[in-house]
């Protein structure tokens, strides 16, 4: 099992930065990637960014592109997101998420662990 834990939200204007952090601990030596999903009030579930465990290789979501940065630190065995000139649409609840399976992770979004998620919340 491999917990996580986001920290970081808050609430900031339009314009604005913010960056959350996601500490995992627990059986983290199988962790393929790690990701950024969101959710916002009355809609589904999105995905924001992943960045490889052994790698610098990152995706991001095209709403998020040129704005936000993943990144992570093996050493503190944590993942951060860097949101830079936020939007009032970038509201929602940030979650963290880490899976082991390269295939279902990487190309399916598939994920197998969830932190509880942090309020981001951006005014306009």
């Known amino acids: 099992q491999v917990q996580l834990i986001e920290s970081g939200g808050g609430l900031v204007q339009a314009g604005g930065s913010l960056n959350l952090s996601c500490a995992a601990s627990?059986?983290?030596?199988?962790?393929?990637?790690m990701a950024w999903f969101r959710q916002a009030p009355g809609k589904e579930r999105e995905f924001v960014a992943a960045i490889r465990w052994s790698t610098d290789d990152t995706r991001y979501a095209d709403s998020v592109k040129g704005r936000f940065t993943i990144s992570r630190d093996n050493a503190k065995n944590t993942v951060y997101l860097q949101m830079n000139s936020m939007k009032p649409e970038d509201t929602a609840i940030y979650s963290c998420?880490?899976?082991?399976?390269?295939?279902?992770?990487?190309?399916?979004?598939?994920?197998?662990?969830w932190g509880q998620g942090t309020q981001v919340t951006v005014s306009s």
């Open positions: 627990g059986r983290t030596d199988g962790t393929y990637a």
């Open positions: 998420a880490a899976g082991n399976n390269p295939i279902t992770v990487w190309f399916l979004n598939k994920y197998d662990y």
